[in-house]
């Protein structure tokens, strides 16, 4: 570990770039009150003679800081503080797995219950862990809490909940400071605060609550995509082989709807995807069956249009996961919760 009057810490040995490195030394040196707002900081050429660095990493330090609004050039004299990132107002890193519209309102849901006196930045990673790895190092030390939503790819677009390489950067955060959603991650330990699905018991209990009427169907007939952009948890389909398993009901998992499928009447869909759910409506309507008597349709994760349409649901409560995951911060909370899961029977079973 090298330290010099500059404040710099650079630790060859670590992992972390040394670029990121210097840019974590001066947040920490400006939370500490060592820098102030207005202060100069040593200049590029300084860092990169003083730490026998390239300037080309040191520039890259501080166009990183630049872009965080965390200090300003004026030319012809050098580089200053900008702004006190020790504010009152609490910074957090929100990083979710990929955009949708179920993720935006726990987002939403998050931002609203924090309120006026947090700033939350939104980063989407797309299920790639190389991704998020990039976005935890590069934003190491900047943020009071870091909210993550576990969900990665590997090379053949199946699901994965675990990452080693992202499980050792998260450990690398204060678990005062981290707080895990959607899916739970056990090697960080109780000590993380995590608010999750439990994907496998979730979707067996709900189809168990809506056992009676699943019963007079013949066949119930999952539609779980495979080789999709942004995978679904293999758990849903290990809950619905379960379910069907231990009530001895006839079952069949496809990859999805297609075009003018040959429906049989006494059938239900259970359906993830808002495209197969309208794919298989439309055929329903063409085909003249009766929804909920002929044809059964329970679809995965709840919308305000599937209410109006009357279409049953089995869906976690977004609202309350993003309120849960607020209050632990404003409470300053580190509690390991299940999220609220629901069967809810709107007729079309």
């Known amino acids: ?42 200049s590029i050429n300084e860092i990169s003679e003083e730490y026998y660095l390239s300037r080309d990493t040191v ?21 200053y503080v900008a702004r006190n990132v ?35 930045d939104l980063h989407i990673y797309h299920c790639d862990p190389k991704n998020l790895l990039n976005l935890l190092n590069e934003n190491a030390g900047a943020y009071d809490y870091y909210v993550v939503m576990p969900h990665f790819k590997d090379g053949d677009l199946h699901h994965n909940n675990y990452n080693q390489e992202v499980i050792d950067a998260l450990r690398k955060i204060s678990p005062d400071k981290l707080i895990v959603m959607d899916n739970y991650m056990p090697d960080l330990g109780d000590e993380v605060a995590s608010i999750y699905q439990d994907f496998k018991m979730d979707i067996y209990k709900a189809l168990k609550e809506g056992q009676a009427r699943l019963q007079k169907y013949d066949t119930l007939i999952l539609v779980y995509p495979d080789n999709v952009i942004y995978p679904y948890p293999k758990e849903i389909k290990q809950g619905f082989k379960k379910f069907c398993v231990e009530f001895g009901l006839e079952f069949e998992i496809i990859n999805t709807i297609y075009p003018e499928m040959e429906l049989s009447p006494n059938d239900a869909y259970i359906l993830i995807e808002e495209n197969d759910l309208v794919n298989l409506m439309r055929q329903i309507r063409d085909e003249e069956y009766l929804l909920g008597e ?56």
């Open 59 to 79: 520039e890259k330090a501080y166009n990183l800081l630049k872009k965080k609004k965390i200090i300003v050039s004026v030319k012809g004299k050098g580089y």
């Open 294 to 349: 002929d044809v059964g349709v329970i679809s995965y994760n709840d919308t305000p249009l599937k209410e109006l349409l009357g279409i049953t649901v089995m869906s976690t409560d977004f609202k309350v996961m993003g309120e849960t995951a607020a209050y632990m911060i404003k409470k300053r909370k580190k509690e390991v919760v299940k999220n609220v899961f629901n069967f809810i029977d709107r007729g079309s079973i």
């Open 1 to 42: 570990m090298i330290e010099a009057p500059t404040s710099i810490r650079i630790d060859s040995e670590s992992r972390i770039p040394k670029y990121q490195q210097i840019v974590n030394s001066i947040i920490e040196d400006i939370e500490k009150g060592s820098l102030s707002v207005g202060e100069k900081i040593p």
């Open 86 to 120: 020790s504010q009152s107002q609490v910074k957090v890193l929100f990083l979710l797995n990929k955009l949708s519209n179920y993720k935006l309102r726990i987002y939403n849901s998050f931002v609203n219950s924090l309120g006026a006196d947090a700033q939350v």
